[in-house]
């Protein structure tokens, strides 16, 4: 593989405090001082490349395009910022050159502003024109290597600042033809782009992370040395326990990418020892004779919402954070084993207890189920934890009657064994980790009617008396309606991807205002970041 890439997010966060967005730099706290913060940041930047180059990672994915180019209709406010921003950038990306690193800078399709939308009317073929024109200031004005492009995810809800990225490409055909456009502007500037297939669900290319014939429209007739397909692991977003998607074996022909998280926002953000190791080795091996897979890109700070405020290989780094990066690359660069990195990176008595810890935690939260699709997507192999929220209500509860039949099989004295095993390896927060897994393995039970509710609300009370300042828990076990949630999520799930011909008539189509109408009238069932953090849900359902 030619590009070992690493996102470089972590830099940009100076003194994060409370729940932090760790998908988007807070320019508006940056802001507050630019040049001054963007000073600090340089200094971050240093300490951060220097780590990673020494482990080996030669690429960097670089936020973002936006406050990289300006345009003569921005107001004079955006355009001196935007002007702070670019000789910042420049000593970034320098750095970064002369550290042999390649630079590619992300951007989403489409960012905007008032001004943006004014001048283009909100068109999408007139926004889609000011993209082009920005990636080819982008490619001439700085020593970059190329462009990343998200398009089927937009900024959260409580983003803050001067841009604030939306969807712009709903079909499969207007993907194609931006795609063309694109690629003949980095191929003139002799640059490369990467094209991320990831999406939530939105609009009719919502389903391109796993339907081959959205795959297929999207780059119909595009054969170029400059694009690369980059795609995650599943057909969904960083959770454990999915196949590798098999789209990466689909076109031959494109030059792909394999995308992995290492801080895992689904499983603890670095507050617990999850090792990503044996997970991607597995990986690793299926791709072992892909000859067109030319890169790996890791996210080892971006992604999710969390008051777990550590910054990988800064402040207050999680080293189980800086384990997992380290083994995503050695796997796929040096094809070391799993247990020879953990011996090498943390000592021999390592390996014993995370071996026992990634067994109960991959039995407690995600053993149990089969997949299922709703609409253009897959559900998630856990709904009942989304970052640092566990959230029990009648509409979670309904769906795990459904989908799964029973709790995980744990027998007691394996969570003494990981006691010993982590008293062993000097785990210094084993009652912290044992006790939250014992805590998830009542959980599980109660949503399988296997024991009391009211014993799991004081077992939860005493938990976080001990251990508060992570995990956040509502838990409503209110049963009215619960035999209708049950009927309304078995007829709107399926249990394959192919969609069914109901599927194909009303619930991808004409259903929208009905889901919309139902994520209302639920509305308490759901999760409270939905409301206030993470992109709109009737967006998600369009």
């Not at 801080?263 to 670095?270: A, V």
């Not at 084993?337 to 943390?346: C, N, S």
Request: glycine share 4%; proline share 3%.
């Amino acid at each position: 593989m030619e590009y070992y890439a690493i996102d470089c997010i972590g830099p940009f966060f100076l003194e994060p405090k409370g729940t932090v967005n760790w998908s988007k730099i807070p320019f508006f706290e940056l802001e507050r001082d630019i040049e001054r913060n963007m000073n600090k940041v340089v200094r971050q930047f240093t300490t951060y490349l220097s780590r990673i180059r020494d482990i080996g990672y030669n690429t960097l994915t670089l936020d973002d395009l936006a406050h990289m180019v300006t345009f003569p209709f921005y107001d004079e406010q955006t355009k001196s910022k935007i002007e702070v921003y670019k000789e910042y950038y420049s000593r970034l990306i320098r750095m970064a050159k002369d550290a042999g690193m390649y630079v590619f800078i992300n951007s989403d399709v489409m960012f905007n502003n008032p001004s943006i939308e004014q001048h283009t009317g909100g068109e999408s073929k007139e926004l889609h024109s000011l993209l082009k024109i920005a990636v080819k200031k982008v490619c001439n004005e700085y020593p970059i290597d190329g462009i990343n492009l998200r398009i089927g995810e937009s900024d959260g809800i409580d983003v803050k600042g001067d841009f604030h990225s939306t969807l712009t490409l709903r079909t499969a055909k207007e993907a194609n033809v931006l795609l063309k456009e694109l690629l003949l502007v980095v191929e003139e500037a002799e640059k490369e782009l990467i094209f991320r297939t990831w999406t939530v669900g939105a609009y009719e290319i919502g389903d391109l992370i796993w339907n081959k014939r959205t795959f297929d429209k999207v780059f119909q007739g595009i054969r170029s040395d400059h694009l690369i397909v980059s795609m995650k692991y599943g057909d969904t977003d960083f959770f454990s326990n999915l196949e590798l998607n098999p789209l990466f074996f689909h076109n031959p022909e494109l030059r792909m990418m394999i995308e992995l998280q290492t801080r895992r926002e689904r499983d603890g953000f670095g507050t617990n020892p999850y090792f990503v190791g044996w997970d991607y080795f597995k990986y690793k091996e299926k791709l072992e004779n892909m000859h067109n897979l030319v890169g790996l890109s890791v996210w080892c700070q971006t992604g999710g919402w969390s008051k777990y405020n550590d910054i990988t290989f800064l402040k207050n780094s999680s080293p189980w954070n800086e384990l997992n990066t380290i083994a995503a690359l050695r796997i796929f660069k040096d094809h070391a084993l799993p247990e020879q990195i953990i011996r090498q990176t943390m000592g021999k008595d390592m390996v014993a207890f995370l071996r026992e810890y990634n067994s109960l935690y991959h039995r407690l939260i995600y053993s149990g189920g089969k997949p299922f699709y709703f609409r253009r997507s897959r559900v998630p192999p856990v709904v009942w934890m989304f970052w640092d929220n566990v959230t029990i209500s009648p509409f979670i509860k309904a769906y795990y009657q459904v989908a799964f039949k029973s709790s995980p099989q744990i027998d007691e004295g394996e969570f003494l064994t990981l006691r010993t095993l982590g008293a062993q390896a000097g785990i210094e927060q084993i009652d912290f980790l044992t006790e939250t897994l014992k805590l998830f393995y009542e959980l599980r039970k109660v949503l399988a009617r296997q024991t009391s509710e009211k014993s799991l609300i004081e077992n939860i009370a005493t938990y976080q008396e001990r251990f508060s300042g992570f995990y956040t828990f509502t838990i409503d076990m209110n049963q009215k309606s619960t035999w209708l949630k049950k009927m309304i999520l078995m007829l709107i799930l399926r249990k394959q991807s192919a969609y069914r011909l109901i599927d194909k008539l009303f619930f991808v189509t004409l259903a929208t205002p009905l889901f919309r109408l139902m994520a209302w009238k639920y509305r308490r069932d759901l999760p409270e970041f939905i409301d206030n953090k993470a992109m709109h849900l009737n967006l998600l359902l369009t």
